[in-house]
C-alpha cells in the first residue's frame, strides 16, 4: 500500500489536537493513534507492507521525526515489524487481541431477565400457524430454491409497501433472512474497503458491525427529535463522499423517535443533490404508536433509495423474514450479490410468513395495543423506582432510550447484568468506543417481567451508585 492510498483510510480529523493539549503537542502520539485505529481495525492486515517513514510523513503532512516517533511506538506494542531491507509490514496475528463483541452477543443473552434485546418475547401474539407437507409440494420451483423469494410472498410484500404510498411491483423485492441480512447485502454489494458510510449519531448497533466487518468506517451526522439535521447530512456527503447512507426514517432506533413530514423532505432534497445509494430502514414501521411519515422511497426524487423489512419486530425473529425493495438500477447489482453470498431463503418460513401477512392488519393492530400498554406500565414503574432517570414516551418501536445520570452507563449495565437484569448500553448504538450516558430497555415482555425488571435495575442502582435511588 503507498502512502496516498493509506492517507486516504485515516480519520480527517487524525490530527486534532484533544481538549488539553497544546497545539505542537504528542503530535507523534495522535499520528500512532491514526495508525493503530487502521490495524485493529483490520483495515491494516496482518503481513499488509507500509509506505517508507519519508513518503508516510510527506503524504501527513508532518516530519519526518514526528513518524519516526509513532513508528517506533507501534513497534513497542507488537503491531508493526522492521526489517533493514525488507521495510516496514503490520505483525501477523497481532491486529487485534481479541474481537469486540457483536451487538447479537451482547444483547441475545439467556440469564437473568432479558430487556436488552430489541425483540418480542415470544410468538404467542400469533395465533395459530400451520405448515404441512402439501404446502411445501405446492412451492414453486419445486427444489425450494428460489434466490429472490417465493413470488406469493413477494406480492404479499409489495401489497403491503403499496399501502403506505408509492407503486411497488414483486418484481422489485427480493426476500432475504431478516432485515439484517438485507442490509448485509447491500454493504456487500455497496462498500468496499475503507469507504464511509453515513449514519445517525445512534443508530442500530447491528449496523455497525456490518460496516466494520465490510472494514468500511462509519461517519455519523447529528439527529434532533424531528429527524436527522439535513445542514449536518449536507456538510457530511460534502467532506466524506460516502457510498452509502445508512437511515431510519420512520421509526429510529434506539430512540424511538419518529421523523417530521416537514424534515423528510428537507431530508430528501439533500440526498436528491448528491444521489448517494441510501438504505431506509423501516423494520420498525409497523410498529408506530402515532402517526409517521411517508416512506423515504416515495418522497426522494433522484436518490436511489433501497427499502429494508421485516417480520421480526411486529411478528417474530424466529420467521426470519426479511426483504428489501431496491431501485431498478440497484437491483440487478444486488441480486448478483445475493447469489454470491446466499442462494435462498427457507421454504418453510416463506409459506408460514404468507399466513402472517393474510393476518398483518390484526396482527400490527393487537401489537400496537399491547406494546401501548407495556410501555406506559415500564414508564410509570421507571418514574416511580429510579426518578434520576430521563425517560421520554416514544414514538413507536418496542424500548424506551433513557438517558442516566452518568457519564458513561457500560459499567452500569456490567453491574445490572450481576443483579439479573440485561438492559443495552449506549455505546453500543455509537461507532467507536465513545462513551454514551444512555441504556435501551426493550418494553416487548410480559408484565411480570417489566415488574420485576424494574425492580432489578433499582438493585443495580443502588449496588451502582451507592446511593439511594432517588
Not at 431498478?328 to 401477512?357: C, K, N, Y
Amino acid at each position: 500500500m503507498n502512502s496516498s492510498e493509506l492517507v486516504k483510510l485515516l480519520d480527517p480529523d487524525w490530527s486534532a489536537v484533544s481538549p488539553g493539549t497544546g497545539p505542537g503537542r504528542n503530535l507523534s502520539r495522535r499520528a500512532a493513534l491514526a495508525l493503530r485505529t487502521l490495524i485493529t481495525s483490520g483495515l491494516l492486515p496482518p503481513g499488509a507492507t507500509l509506505p517508507s517513514e519519508r513518503s508516510l510523513a510527506s503524504a501527513m503532512s508532518v516530519s519526518r521525526p514526528t513518524i519516526t516517533s509513532a513508528m517506533d511506538e507501534l513497534r513497542s506494542q507488537g503491531l508493526i515489524e522492521s526489517r533493514q531491507g525488507s521495510g516496514t509490514w503490520v505483525a501477523e496475528g497481532r491486529s487485534v487481541s481479541s474481537p469486540a463483541p457483536t451487538m447479537a452477543e451482547v444483547v441475545l443473552v439467556d440469564r437473568g431477565i432479558n430487556l436488552a434485546a430489541a425483540t418480542p418475547g415470544d410468538a404467542s401474539h400469533l395465533g395459530p400457524l400451520s405448515l404441512d407437507m402439501g404446502d411445501l409440494l405446492s412451492v414453486t420451483p419445486g427444489h425450494g430454491y428460489d434466490p429472490a423469494g417465493l413470488v406469493e410472498l413477494r406480492t404479499a410484500i409489495a401489497a403491503h409497501l403499496v399501502r403506505r404510498g408509492g407503486d411497488q411491483s414483486p418484481n422489485d423485492i427480493i426476500v432475504t433472512p431478516g432485515a439484517h441480512s438485507a442490509l448485509s447485502l447491500c454493504i456487500g454489494a455497496l462498500v468496499e474497503r475503507g469507504d464511509r458510510v453515513i449514519v445517525a449519531d445512534h443508530t442500530y448497533g447491528g449496523a455497525l458491525d456490518l460496516i466494520s466487518v465490510a472494514r468500511a468506517k462509519a461517519v455519523t451526522v447529528r439527529r434532533d427529535r424531528l429527524g436527522i439535521e439535513p445542514d449536518d447530512l449536507d456538510r457530511a456527503l460534502r467532506r466524506h463522499q460516502p457510498s452509502l447512507i445508512y437511515l431510519m426514517p420512520t421509526v429510529h432506533a434506539p430512540t424511538g423517535t419518529t421523523t417530521s413530514d416537514a424534515r423528510l423532505r428537507e431530508i430528501a432534497d439533500v440526498l436528491d443533490r448528491h444521489g448517494v445509494p441510501v438504505v431506509a430502514d423501516e423494520t420498525l414501521a409497523d410498529l408506530a404508536l402515532r402517526p409517521t411519515c411517508p416512506r423515504l422511497a416515495t418522497v426522494c426524487r433522484r436518490a436511489p433509495v433501497i427499502e429494508l423489512g421485516s417480520l421480526s419486530k411486529v411478528a417474530w425473529g424466529g420467521l426470519r423474514i426479511g426483504w428489501l425493495a431496491p431501485p431498478a438500477q440497484l437491483r440487478r447489482r444486488l441480486a448478483h450479490r445475493r447469489s454470491q453470498v446466499e442462494i435462498g431463503t427457507s421454504m418453510p418460513s416463506q409459506v408460514l410468513a404468507m399466513d402472517v401477512f393474510e393476518r398483518l392488519d390484526e396482527i400490527v393492530a393487537h401489537r400496537r395495543r399491547a406494546l401501548t400498554m407495556a410501555e406506559r406500565h415500564m414508564r410509570e414503574l421507571l418514574s416511580t423506582h429510579l426518578p434520576r432517570w430521563e425517560v421520554d414516551q416514544p414514538d413507536g418501536g418496542l424500548c424506551h432510550w433513557v438517558r442516566l445520570p452518568l457519564g458513561d452507563s457500560l459499567p452500569f449495565v456490567e453491574t445490572a447484568s450481576r443483579c439479573g437484569v440485561a438492559v443495552m448500553a449506549g455505546a453500543m448504538a455509537t461507532p467507536g468506543d465513545r462513551p454514551d450516558s444512555h441504556v435501551r430497555i426493550c418494553f416487548d415482555r410480559t408484565r411480570s417481567e417489566i415488574t420485576e425488571g424494574v425492580v432489578r435495575l433499582e438493585s443495580a442502582w443502588l449496588a451502582h451508585t451507592g446511593a439511594d435511588a432517588n
